[in-house]
């Protein structure tokens, strides 16, 4: 297939695209920054600079496309206005599904989040579960499913989307806190530890990526990618620590006064336009529940994790220390 893919110079969108090329796919590359693209561009994909917010440079890079991949969003960000927010990670979809329809791309896969779900209150949640969205990345990311859906039904281009759980492996910096903190020995733990969490290896993601692309019946329809071992906090950070070789944190610390920092801290930081130190949704990690049924994705597109939360820990851990990131 001729594939575009969208936030490739992210965390995920660069798996995905070598990925792709690995499966036998022409990969093109929408990037604001090519010089941050080199290694795609040596690694054989088609690098073209762009916006998700330039119609034309979207009509650009979709000539001679079979498939979208729109894994580019804005995700958080100190000091940026919702309307910002809004422009990539709603209003874009729609741009980016209506240049799709004028340049004849068959589909497009539009990457969400389980965070549209917010806190499950009776895990696992599957893809009819309540949106509960928590913050403005994940307001504007239900707003995204929903224009977009709008969209596709106007235009008759076939829209699929996918909501990854936790993301992680080699090149993660999102979990680096919770691994390289673990492994360190400087992982902060707050409360208990019982909620669930459900993470998702970026390869696995990536498979599932392409059967939302090439699966027949997947066309207009929503699936949850998640990994196929749900765990407690608890249950995940001992096992961090016995693949590091290291012992768990004994210590626990009560949530409230941080969430409380966190509060003051963005309250004073947000008008400057300064990254908080600490803020509430950091402090979230660890009292919001997260698992997922990913039965849907198992039946209709034939997803089957393949990279278990040791392995895939390992791996993760081993890549930041030939990196120097622990």
């Known amino acids: 297939m001729r594939a575009l893919v969208t936030g490739a110079t992210g965390f995920t969108g660069g798996h995905l695209a070598r990925r792709l090329l690995a499966a036998g796919d022409t990969v093109r590359a929408l990037v604001r920054d090519p010089t941050k693209a080199a290694d795609l561009a040596k690694a054989g994909v088609d690098v073209v600079p762009g916006d998700l917010t330039d119609r034309a440079s979207l009509a650009r ?5 079979d498939v979208v991949y729109n894994i580019g969003a804005l995700y958080r960000a100190a000091g940026l206005k919702e309307s910002v927010y809004r422009a990539v990670n709603a209003d874009a979809v729609v741009t980016l599904i209506e240049c799709a329809k004028a340049a004849g791309v068959t589909r497009v896969v539009h990457c969400s989040t389980v965070g549209v779900h917010g806190d499950i209150e009776h895990p696992p949640a599957n893809e009819d579960a309540p949106l509960r969205p928590g913050d403005v990345y994940q307001v504007t990311k239900v707003l995204g499913e929903q224009l977009g859906r709008e969209a596709a ?4 281009v076939e829209l699929v989307i996918a909501r990854p759980s936790g993301i992680y492996g080699p090149g993660d910096r999102r979990l680096l806190k919770l691994f390289g903190g673990v492994a360190r020995g400087r992982f902060l733990f707050l409360g208990a530890g019982k909620i669930f969490y459900h993470l998702t290896h970026v390869d696995d993601l990536c498979d599932g990526f392409r059967l939302c692309a090439t699966v027949p019946a997947a066309a207009g329809r929503i ?7 749900v765990t407690t906090l608890n249950e995940l950070v001992a096992l961090a620590a016995d693949i590091a070789k290291v012992a768990p944190p004994k210590m626990r610390w009560p949530v409230w006064p941080f969430w409380v920092a966190g509060a003051l801290c963005e309250a004073l930081c947000a008008p400057f336009g300064i990254e908080p130190p600490i803020f509430r949704r950091r402090v979230d990690f660890f009292t919001k529940s997260r698992a997922f049924d990913i039965s849907r994705a198992r039946a209709e597109l034939g997803f089957a994790p393949r990279v278990g939360l040791r392995e895939g820990i390992g791996r993760t851990l081993e890549w930041y220390r030939e990196h120097g990131w622990i």
């Open 61 to 65: 890079a979709m000539v001679d496309v």
């Open 153 to 156: 039904a106007r235009t008759g």
């Open 223 to 229: 699936y949850i990618l998640a990994g196929g071992e």
